[in-house]
């Protein structure tokens, strides 16, 4: 599914990022060759200081230089901060854009991406991969540009003032090429392992503060530590790597200059080209192949640096590059009188070889209520998938108000139901604007207070100290289940939506929440289509139409008296229950 992009079109694709900044790199640019070429020509300089103003006592030239010296390194600071500052800039603005379009990304993926990518990988994504981006759009680019500038200044001071001695430095040039090239390929490699176990690392921490109470219950703590030490372990590890690599690099780049240098010592003590060399010559080549040696160090690891980036950029790239939720839908639709109609519908979830539905068919007239009961597994939560599109179904059709959903915009397919799940999910907001989420205009204070009122959320909001401008906490921790579920039902009857899809919670409720919540969810139904996947079968006597589903199949249907009457599955189900 993640197909791994030739590396030479994710540097591209890197780079696309960068042209929108193409003024801001020409400052950088003139900044950071300003600064190494005033370097080159102030090292330019040692020759005719030694030579005139030492050997041949020539005075004016040190009193020039005196003069100088502070204004050069004014103007030095100067070039320094248009391309330093510049860069960053760039580079921090291209961290910002890709992370806003991974977040932007992730929340139009389907549901079947969020099923297979576990959260945490995800986070880590949008938070250290795109922060790693930086050392490839910044700093790497400062130190080509600048050390390269710097090396290239360096050696034209050398030749030209003994191009004889400075030969040699041809000769390393090719064995350094090849040494970072091999280096480069192992640090691509070695980074990629660093992001997947920094994913891996992420997931454990994510897993784990998810799940505290059970890991505290079920006293998981010397499971979940063994293994985040061991992927803790792992993300070392791989680091160490990369230092490794890193470091045999540098030390062997130096080697091969100091044998530059030992050849160069060597040739100036020859007598015929004593006879050629000056104090100044002599002085400022050596000077000048010391200083040769923090620029070419520093650009081996610009490579690191920029293998580190382009590893992050795949990574990210391939987020990118997942298909979004298709929507071949074009026709736009108004509110839906809220029919329903499946017709021979069969669905397999991806990659798995049972189907979920098999050749499922019903009506749900508009404005009635539908209930889907059977076992846990038996397919009622598909069938709720299915019609706002989560999932689209392999074979045949789900329609609405006689229209395939899939000829409908999905905007527009998913404005007409509201859903009221167990798993009620709360923004960490105020009771207000969690009740708001989703509402289609600006709604005004007074719609709130009318929907909390009549999903009974005042009860519980007034005796808190801000009512309904209370923080919820995260996810609502700091209310109840019944609460949680009173304040969805509160969002739903806000958001008006012709067709509810309700998934009960399983978990009994205390007497009194139960019936406020009961009361809650009639008002709710009136006058609408709802779905209710039904876990206890109390609360759905009164449903026009009752599916019994099993293994995907639906295997009876009708009221709660026929299907009484049939005694089938349905009737030992209610037994059951009743004499639980
Ligand atoms: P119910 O709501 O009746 O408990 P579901 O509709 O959730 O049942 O599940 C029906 C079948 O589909 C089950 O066998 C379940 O394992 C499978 N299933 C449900 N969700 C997924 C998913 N996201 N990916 C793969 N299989 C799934």
Redesign the pocket.
């Known amino acids: 599914m993640t197909k791994t992009a030739p590396e030479e079109s994710i540097v591209r694709r890197f780079l696309h990022y960068q042209s929108d900044f193409k003024l801001a790199f020409a400052v950088a640019i003139v900044g950071m060759i300003g600064y190494s070429a005033l370097d080159a020509w102030v090292f330019s300089q040692l020759k005719p200081l030694i030579d005139e103003s030492l050997v041949n006592g020539k005075y004016e030239y040190l009193r020039m230089a005196a003069y100088f010296v502070v204004p050069v390194f004014i103007l030095r600071g100067l070039f320094n901060f248009m391309g330093a500052y510049t860069l960053s800039w760039i580079s921090n603005q291209v961290v910002m854009r890709m992370r806003q379009q991974l977040f932007e990304k992730f929340m139009h993926l389907p549901v079947a991406f969020h099923?297979n990518h576990s959260s945490g990988k995800m986070i880590s994504k949008v938070i250290y991969d795109t922060e790693q981006v930086t050392n490839a759009a910044g700093k790497a680019l400062l130190v080509l540009v600048r050390e390269g500038a710097l090396v290239i200044g360096l050696l034209t001071v050398m030749f030209y003032y003994s191009w004889r001695l400075s030969l040699i430095f041809l000769l390393i040039g090719p064995l350094v090429a090849v040494i970072v090239s091999v280096v480069s390929k192992r640090f691509r490699v070695v980074s990629k392992n660093i992001q997947l176990a920094m994913g891996s690392l992420t997931n454990t921490v994510e897993q784990v503060i998810k799940g505290h109470k059970v890991v505290l219950m079920f006293g998981g703590q010397k499971l979940e530590a063994e293994r985040f030490n061991e992927r803790n372990n792992r993300n070392r590890q791989h680091n160490m790597k990369l230092i490794v690599s890193r470091i045999l690099s540098e030390s062997s780049i130096q080697i091969i200059a100091s044998v530059a240098l030992a050849v160069v010592l060597y040739i100036s003590s020859l007598p015929q080209m004593l006879e050629q060399l000056t104090a100044g010559i002599f002085t400022t080549v050596v000077f000048c192949m010391t200083m040769l040696l923090k620029p070419l160090k520093q650009l081996t690891t610009v490579n690191s640096q920029f293998q580190r980036g382009m590893a992050a950029c795949s990574s990210i790239f391939e987020v990118l590059d997942e298909q979004p939720e298709v929507d071949r839908g074009t026709k736009s639709l108004e509110r839906v009188k809220g029919e329903i109609r499946f017709d021979e519908v069969t669905f397999y979830?991806?990659n798995?070889s049972?189907p979920?539905l098999e050749n499922v068919s019903f009506h749900v007239p508009a404005g009635t209520t539908l209930a889907l009961v059977?076992r846990?597994?038996?397919?009622?939560?598909?069938i709720s998938n299915l019609m706002t599109r989560f999932y689209s179904a392999t074979e045949g059709q789900v329609n609405i108000d006689g229209n395939a959903i899939d000829d409908i915009r999905l905007q527009d397919l998913r404005r007409q139901f509201a859903l009221v799940s167990q798993h009620v999910t709360l923004f960490n907001d105020t009771i207000a604007n969690n009740i708001a989420y989703g509402a289609k205009q600006q709604v005004s204070r007074e719609q709130i207070i009318e929907a909390a009122r009549v999903a009974h959320v005042m009860e519980f909001a007034d005796e808190l100290p801000e009512g309904l401008d209370t923080m919820v906490g995260e996810n609502g921790l700091m209310l109840s289940g019944g609460q949680r579920q009173r304040i969805a039902i509160a969002r739903a009857i806000l958001r008006d939506a012709p067709i509810l899809i309700l998934d009960e919670a399983t978990s009994a409720l205390d007497t009194e929440s139960e019936r406020l919540i009961q009361d809650a969810l009639e008002k709710l139904q009136q006058d609408r289509t709802a779905i209710v996947?039904a876990h206890r079968l109390s609360t759905i006597e009164n449903a026009d139409q009752i599916l019994v589903?099993d293994h995907?199949q639906i295997q009876e249907s009708g009221t709660h008296q026929s299907l009484l009457e049939a005694d089938g599955i349905y009737a030992q189900l209610y037994k059951m229950q009743f004499k639980g």
């Not at 846990?376 to 598909?382: E, F, L, N, P, Y």
């Open positions: 099923d979830y991806p798995k049972q979920a059977g846990s597994g038996s397919g009622k939560s598909t996947v589903m995907g």
